[in-house]
């Protein structure tokens, strides 16, 4: 059965989270000022349902059509002309199907989207298993508890790799097979960064 697809706000940022995962956000804009006190009334009401926006991925001058799902968290601060510091949180992600740049009557975008389920929960396969085994050595070597690191899933990996956004839309959006790729290129990149500082810091430098 297709996803059924439902209209939101959207506020395309450089920004791609997992779900759970927190970021604050400096608002300055009149359209997003206007978006934001919609869904502090509604968390402030407890309508949760109503307390949703979308976060299109922007990088490098394009927006894409997947995104983060979000909801306003806590408004930490009010500036003087009405600029606010907030927090909002992951709770899922969506495919966008209809992009409007101005939702008339209200100032900021909008559209239809989709759920998308971007396989969060796939396991690692032996290779990648073996990689994160060599990496959570190294890390035990400086004394980093890496019980607290899973790593069973790609969710799992990705909570603690310390991925740029980039990197994380291109690793969560791919089919299975390119996400499996490049997954193992970046746990090779993340162990070879790993042991040459290993390196240096035995004395050894390279070349």
Same mark, same amino acid.
């Given at each position: 059965?297709?996803?059924?697809?439902?209209h939101?706000?959207?506020f395309p940022l450089?920004?791609?989270?997992?779900p759970?995962?927190?970021?604050g956000?400096h608002?300055f804009?009149?359209?997003?000022r206007q978006l934001?006190?919609e869904?502090?009334d509604?968390?402030m009401?407890g309508?949760?349902?109503?307390n949703?926006?979308?976060i299109p991925?922007?990088?490098d001058?394009?927006?894409a059509?997947?995104?983060?799902l979000?909801?306003?968290v806590?408004?930490?601060?009010?500036?003087?002309?009405?600029?606010?510091d907030?927090v909002?949180?992951?709770?899922g992600?969506?495919?966008?199907r209809?992009?409007?740049?101005?939702s008339? /009557?209200?100032?900021y975008p909008?559209?239809?989207v989709?759920?998308?389920?971007i396989?969060?929960?796939s396991?690692?396969?032996?290779q990648?298993?073996?990689l994160?085994i060599?990496?959570k050595?190294?890390?035990a070597d400086?004394?980093?508890?890496?019980?607290?690191l /899973?790593?069973?899933t790609?969710?799992?990996?990705?909570?603690?790799?310390?991925? /740029?956004?980039?990197h994380?839309?291109?690793?969560l959006t791919?089919n /299975?097979?390119?996400r499996?790729?490049?997954?193992?290129s970046?746990?090779r990149?993340?162990?070879s960064i790993?042991?040459q500082?290993?390196?240096i810091d035995?004395?050894?430098f390279?070349?």
């Amino acid at each position: 059965m297709a996803n059924v697809a439902f209209h939101i706000p959207l506020f395309p940022l450089g920004v791609f989270l997992l779900p759970g995962e927190q970021t604050g956000l400096h608002i300055f804009e009149p359209r997003y000022r206007q978006l934001i006190a919609e869904l502090e009334d509604a968390m402030m009401e407890g309508r949760e349902k109503d307390n949703r926006f979308g976060i299109p991925f922007h990088h490098d001058n394009l927006t894409a059509s997947t995104g983060s799902l979000a909801k306003l968290v806590e408004v930490k601060k009010v500036h003087p002309g009405g600029r606010k510091d907030i927090v909002v949180e992951c709770v899922g992600h969506f495919e966008t199907r209809r992009f409007e740049s101005i939702s008339s /009557p209200k100032l900021y975008p909008a559209g239809q989207v989709v759920a998308r389920d971007i396989g969060l929960d796939s396991e690692l396969n032996a290779q990648h298993i073996a990689l994160v085994i060599r990496i959570k050595e190294i890390l035990a070597d400086r004394e980093v508890d890496v019980s607290e690191l /899973p790593s069973c899933t790609i969710s799992d990996v990705t909570s603690w790799l310390g991925l /740029p956004p980039a990197h994380k839309h291109r690793l969560l959006t791919s089919n /299975p097979v390119g996400r499996s790729v490049f997954l193992e290129s970046v746990l090779r990149w993340t162990l070879s960064i790993l042991q040459q500082e290993s390196r240096i810091d035995k004395g050894y430098f390279p070349n």
